[in-house]
C-alpha cells in the first residue's frame, strides 16, 4: 500500500436481538451479556494494533450484526483509539428500530459521519416475510431522524426477491425509498446462503427472472430519482458514494476488528476467530486473534482487481475482456470495458471472460 493509498477499518459488532433466517454473517441474538465485555476487547485489539503502526483510516465502517446496539459513548470509545485520515468517513450500520433522533444525535457527537439503515423493504407483508422486527412506518420515522440528527451522507439498504414479494410491492417499496431522499441506496438480491434456515427451505427460494425483472426496476427508479449506479448493488447521488466499499472494490488495504472480522494488506488476507466467547478468551490471555490467512500470488492479485472491477463503472481495460458473444453485455467507454445493465444481470458469467 501506498502512503496516498485509501486505508479502512472495519468494526465487526455480532450482536442481533433476532438472527433473520436468511443470514449467514457471524452474529448471534442470544448473548447480550457479551457486549460491554466485546468492546473492551474491541480496544484492546484496536490498542495493539496503533502500537504496532496502524495506519490512518480513510473510512472507518461498523457492520454486523447490529451495530447500532452499541451506545454512542461505547462507539466513541471503539473510535477513540483509531487513527483517522482527514475528513474520514465513519459508517454505522442501524436498524430502524433501535435508533431515534436522541441517539442518532448522540452517534454524530461520537465520531460517526454516516449512517446505513437496514430497511429491506417498504411493505409490511414482506418484512414479515423477511422476519424483520420491524414496519414500514419505523423505516420511514427512523428515515427522518436520520436527517434531524445532521447526516447528510446515508444509506438505504433494501433486498429484493423475497417469496411472495410482487413486482408492485417491489416498486412501492422504490417509491417510497426514493421519498426519503437517501443519499445512497443498496439494493440486493436475496441469496440462499448455505447453513441457514432459509436455505432449508425450497419453497421460499427466490427466482432469478423475478428478480432480473425487480433489478431492473431499482435501476430504473432510482436513476430517475438521480442515483447514479456505481456498483452492481449501489447507487448514489453524486458525492456520496460509500468510500469504505470502494476500498474493497479497488483491492485496497484494510484491517478487520472483532470476531471474524477479515484483513487485507498487499495480497495477504487473515481472518479473527469466528465467535464472540473465543475471541474475549484469547484477548484475555494474551493471545492472537487471528485464526487462518492466505496469501494471492501476483496472477490472483490480477485476475481478482479485474473481477472487481468490473462490477463497479471503472470497468475493466479493453484487452482484459474477451467479448465474443456478449453483445449487449459490455460496452465500450474509451479504452474500457463496462457492463451494460443486461450486463449486471450476468456479471458472473460475464467475469469468466476476464483475460
Known sequence: MTPSAPFGVYVHIPFCRRRCDYCA???????PHLLADYVVGLRREIDAAVVAGLAPAASVFFGGGTPSLLSAAQVATVLAPLPLAPGAEVTL????????????????????????????????????????????????????????????????????????????????????????????VSAYGLTVEAGTPLALDPARFPDDDDQADKYLAAEDALAAAGLANYEISNWARPGHVCRHN???????????????????????????VRTPERYLALLAAGAPVEAGGEHLDDAGRRLEALQLSLRTTE?????????????????????????????????????????
Not at 25 to 31: G, K, L, P
Not at 147 to 176: C, H, K, M, P
Not at 335 to 343: E, F, I, K, P, S
Request: include cysteine; charged fraction near 25%.
Open 246 to 272: 470502494r476500498c474493497y472494490w479497488s483491492q485496497g488495504d484494510y484491517r478487520g476488528f472483532g470476531c471474524a472480522a477479515h484483513s487485507h494488506q498487499g495480497g495477504r488476507r487473515w481472518w479473527n
Open 315 to 355: 470497468g475493466v481495460p479493453v484487452d482484459a475482456l474477451d467479448t465474443d458473444g456478449l453483445d449487449g453485455l459490455v460496452a465500450r467507454h474509451h479504452d474500457r470495458r463496462v457492463l451494460t445493465v443486461a450486463g449486471r444481470l450476468l456479471a458472473n458469467e460475464v467475469a469468466l471472460r476476464l483475460r
Open 93 to 184: 450500520e442501524c436498524n430502524p428500530e433501535t435508533v431515534g433522533p436522541r441517539e442518532l444525535a448522540a452517534y454524530r457527537q461520537a465520531g460517526v459521519t454516516r449512517i446505513s439503515l437496514g430497511a429491506q423493504s417498504l411493505v409490511d407483508r414482506v418484512l414479515v416475510a423477511l422476519g424483520r422486527t420491524h414496519d414500514a412506518r419505523t423505516v420511514i420515522d427512523a428515515a427522518a431522524a436520520v436527517a434531524t440528527a445532521g447526516f447528510e451522507s446515508w444509506n438505504l439498504d433494501l433486498i429484493y426477491g423475497t417469496v411472495g414479494e410482487t413486482l408492485d410491492d417491489w416498486r412501492q417499496t422504490l417509491e417510497v425509498a426514493v421519498g426519503l431522499a437517501p443519499a445512497h
Open 25 to 31: 454473517f457471524a452474529t448471534w441474538d442470544d448473548r
